[in-house]
């Protein structure tokens, strides 16, 4: 401008561009994806006070009548209400979850944040002219906008907003990354609270671009080494990471290949998978990892012994998720036809489980100190000897009923609780854990008007106690047990190469069903009970394969599409390429179709 003084100003430099390769972003972008109105309004000594009815990740966008130039009006934003009627803010420790804007004076004009986010189910406006009314403001979700893949539903409406619950708790927490938590002061992308939850978030939306962005994460704060630090990318926590949770290097390319068959991932992650195995197989003493590398054990966990928030033992979680690490890693050599690898890693698998068992495993089946955790984690990973399953599983179940049928996991053993119940033969006990009314668990906090997912099992006595969400990620991954279990969608291997349908139409429900969109097409599952008794109705989209697991007791009559069924292979309907039969059931070999089976 004619006239300025530039005179100290300094030259222009050349300098270097950043390195590494330009890569186009693939990941979805974070946008408003669903828009809230309020349900209740009450005016407050500080201003009103909305409610929009759901505990949401977002902004709001405001409209302002009737402001003067220069006049500011304020937007404080909170997940609960204080025993006063205004908002509850102690749990937000150091974010002010507040928004100003300044009016320029217009007789209307809109405010509505563009860089930034909150979590909240309630806002007070402090400063606004005139009556606030429902009209003049909506909350806006706003997330990284991936869209729906998977649908569940079933006859119990409190299931039904657990679902819901677990739904808004995913997508809640997914801004560009897998977050703990959206309203706090923390965001951070925690390899624990991902990994819990990476297959409930696949069942229930697209992730697959956010998760493969999440994986570069990865890659960016991998050491030579080949530890990773807790949260990525790295913000907070321990570096090198607690394997309970960093094991997200090794699961999460392996989720992805479950739910979308999808080799490239898994190749382009295989080296990384590799030298974190081979990072935390150099620390082993005797096959087991010391506890000095620990740092949360079974986290939240309700049941004895403890350390804080940490149930213990720490390096019993430590040792079976360092198998489990191993064992994945064998199994994605397999897949990708790396046979020397599959071949060594089995191996080494083979000698920490063994070093485990003889560690942990008493001759009575007792896994260490006997809780539900002790049990269920190993049971699930697949590390009890074959000739002590049924006796563990046994005081697995017993410990479950002294402990009134309840959970009392944390973290790292409720997923595998709930999933090892099921697969040896108890989903009614399961389900009872599921859908108890009193604390801990999910009933218990969407009857408490939960409307997301609890950082704790007991959020409502932990106000004030420097860590406490009402909106976490973890225990969302209870949907996936929904899908897998209740409507029986399993992707246990690469869905592409065949996947299972084994629905458990628990006693308490009249009907199940869910449908998940893959790029084949929709696999779907649906049961319900008939006067006569149960009705399966399956899909299997092209180019695909499944084996379809009917629920039936000797005796009963099977039809197939309407036509009974004698029980002979030879005559089977098209599409249905071989049977047998199964604990429980009959097993179907089914392509690409639609099937309905009744059992009676």
């Not at 309004?41 to 977002?58: A, C, K, M, S, Y």
């Not at 629920?551 to 098209?574: H, K, R, V, Y």
Request: aromatic share 10%; hydrophobic share 35%; with cysteine.
């Amino acid at each position: 401008a004619p006239g300025f003084d530039d005179t100290d100003w300094a030259p222009a430099v050349e300098v270097s561009g950043p390195g590494g390769a330009l890569r186009p972003e693939r990941i979805e972008p974070m946008a408003p994806i669903e828009t809230f109105d309020p349900v209740d309004i009450h005016d407050h000594e500080d201003g009103p006070v909305i409610d929009f009815g759901q505990n949401l990740t977002g902004w709001i966008e405001l409209d302002v009548v009737g402001a003067d130039a220069g006049e500011a009006i304020t937007l404080r934003h909170a997940e609960a209400l204080a025993d006063d009627g205004g908002l509850l803010t102690v749990d937000l420790r150091g974010a002010d979850a507040t928004d100003t804007y300044v009016a320029r004076g217009d007789d209307t004009e809109t405010y509505e944040p563009r860089f930034t986010y909150h979590g909240f189910r309630y806002a007070q406006i402090e400063g606004y002219p005139g009556d606030l009314t429902a009209d003049d403001l909506t909350a806006k979700a706003v997330t990284t906008a991936m869209e729906r893949r998977g649908e569940f539903d079933c006859s119990d409406d409190d299931l039904q907003q657990v679902q819901h619950n677990a739904v808004w708790g995913l997508r809640g927490n997914t801004h560009s990354i897998p977050e703990d938590c959206p309203q706090r002061d923390e965001r951070f992308g925690w390899t624990g609270d991902a990994h819990i939850t990476s297959r409930a978030l696949q069942y229930n939306f697209d992730a697959a671009r956010f998760h493969e962005k999440w994986l570069k994460d990865h890659d960016d704060v991998q050491s030579s080494h080949g530890y990773v630090s807790d949260t990525i990318p790295r913000g907070f926590g321990r570096t090198p990471g607690d394997p309970t949770w960093t094991i997200t290097r090794v699961l999460l390319p392996w989720h992805l290949y479950q739910h979308h068959g999808d080799r490239s991932a898994l190749a382009a992650s295989y080296d990384g998978m590799r030298r974190y195995v081979d990072f935390w197989n150099s620390l082993t003493e005797d096959g087991i990892l010391p506890g000095e590398y620990g740092t949360y054990g079974d986290w939240l966990a309700f049941e004895e012994p403890r350390d804080g928030r940490r149930g213990l033992p720490v390096e019993l979680f430590m040792t079976a998720y360092h198998y489990r690490a191993i064992d994945i890693l064998a199994r994605a050599a397999d897949a990708l036809g790396r046979e020397t690898d599959a071949e060594r890693y089995r191996d080494r698998a083979e000698t920490v489980a063994t070093a485990f068992n003889d560690q942990y495993l008493d001759d009575d089946g007792t896994y260490g100190p006997g809780t539900q955790s002790a049990y269920a984690v190993p049971l699930f990973f697949g590390m009890v000897p074959e000739d002590r399953v049924d006796q563990v599983v046994a005081n697995l179940v017993e410990k479950v009923r002294s402990d009134g049928e309840r959970l009392m996991t944390g973290f790292l053993g409720t997923r595998p609780l709930l999933l090892t119940l099921a697969e040896h033969g108890h989903a009614e006990l399961a389900y009872e854990i599921v859908t108890q009314p009193e604390k801990p668990g999910w009933v218990y906090m969407a009857q408490q008007g939960a409307t997301t997912m609890w950082e704790r099992w007991d959020s409502d006595d932990q106000v004030g106690s420097g860590m406490n969400s009402l909106n976490h990620s973890p225990f969302t991954f209870v949907s996936e047990w929904f899908y897998e279990v209740l409507a029986g969608i399993r992707f246990d291997e690469a869905y592409d190469e065949g996947f299972e349908i084994r629905p458990e139409p628990v006693a308490d429900l009249d009907w199940a069903e869910a449908t998940v969109e893959t790029r084949h097409g929709e696999v779907a599952s649906r049961w319900e009970r008939t006067e006569d008794g149960l009705e399966l109705a399956v899909t299997v989209p092209w180019n695909t394969s499944a084996t379809v697991r009917v629920p039936a007791a000797e005796g009963d009559d099977i039809a197939i599409n309407g036509d009974a069924w004698n029980g002979d292979a030879f005559s089977l309907p098209d599409g249905i390429e071989g049977t047998q039969s199964v604990a429980d059931g009959v097993a179907f070999d089914v392509t690409a179709g639609c099937y309905r089976f009744a059992v009676e």
